[in-house]
């Protein structure tokens, strides 16, 4: 079974159709890269696989969950995604370590002494062990990106969601978030990134997906997608960004 199935979907604002038929599968451990202009529905795609946003049409299984049947418990499911945001989105009056024991507290899946012993672990993990007692306000933009990465992971998803997390950081930074995130891929993690780091997708990704005008226009493993592009809209585009 795959860990996510996308079937169809669609989404649109108003008059606005940005997803017109979208249908992929993410296999347990694929890492999945997502390149595409500005514009073209990225993160709305990506914001769709946890219903951050309403589908207009289609349907998106999660682990097998169709996340689209008003029957199934959608925290429930959500818990199993996790998404990191270009803007990381901590909670700037907490510390390092409350941001990532909040969650699996308030949701009881562990009690506080796990979820600290847990965090302190995760936040080793990302190379920030020293930081646990700081605000977020303290760190640099990488940190503050390898803490919101090691808070998602602090809820055991079975899926990482990641859109441009690079793209807020100033260029020495970029590295040692993108260090994590390859970790991450290497442990075995499923994971669709979003990114415009062609380097990053060219190693660590096992197939890239390149959208556009709501649909996606081609889709290979990275040497093939960046060396051998088959249709003139992604040529077009990666003469651009290569
Ligand atoms: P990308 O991430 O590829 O840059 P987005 O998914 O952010 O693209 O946006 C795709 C299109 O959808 C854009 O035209 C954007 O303006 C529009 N859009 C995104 N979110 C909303 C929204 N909440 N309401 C209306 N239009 C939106
Ligand atoms: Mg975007």
Not at 12 to 29: H, Q, W, Y
Not at 142 to 153: E, N, P, T, Y
Not at 203 to 232: K, T, W
């Amino acid at each position: 079974m795959s860990m996510i199935q996308v079937k169809n979907l669609k989404k649109s604002f108003g008059d606005l159709e940005v997803i017109k038929d979208i249908s992929t599968a993410v296999e347990p451990s694929e890492v999945v890269c997502v390149i595409g202009p500005s514009g073209s529905g990225k993160s709305t795609f990506l914001r769709c696989l946890n219903r951050l946003e309403d589908i207009s049409g289609g349907h998106v299984y999660i682990d097998g969950a169709d996340i689209t049947n008003p029957k199934n418990n959608i925290n429930e499911i959500r818990q199993k995604v996790g998404m990191v945001f270009q803007h990381f989105n901590l909670f700037p009056h907490m510390t390092v370590l409350e941001n990532l024991t909040l969650a699996p507290v308030k949701l009881g899946k562990l009690k506080p002494d796990a979820a600290e012993k847990k965090a302190l672990g995760l936040l080793d993990k990302v190379g920030l062990g020293a930081k646990a007692k700081a605000y977020p306000g303290e760190l640099s933009g990488g940190q503050k990106q390898r803490v919101a990465i090691a808070r998602s992971l602090a809820m055991d998803p079975k899926v990482m969601l990641f859109d441009e997390p690079t793209s807020a950081l100033d260029p020495e930074m970029v590295g040692d978030v993108l260090g994590v995130m390859k970790d991450l891929a290497k442990e075995g993690m499923t994971m669709i990134v979003v990114t415009h780091e062609m380097g990053f997708a060219a190693e660590v990704a096992d197939r890239v997906l390149f959208i556009d005008g709501g649909y996606i226009v081609e889709e290979n493993v990275p040497n093939e997608l960046f060396g051998n592009p088959q249709h003139e809209r992604t040529k077009a585009f990666l003469s651009k960004v290569l």
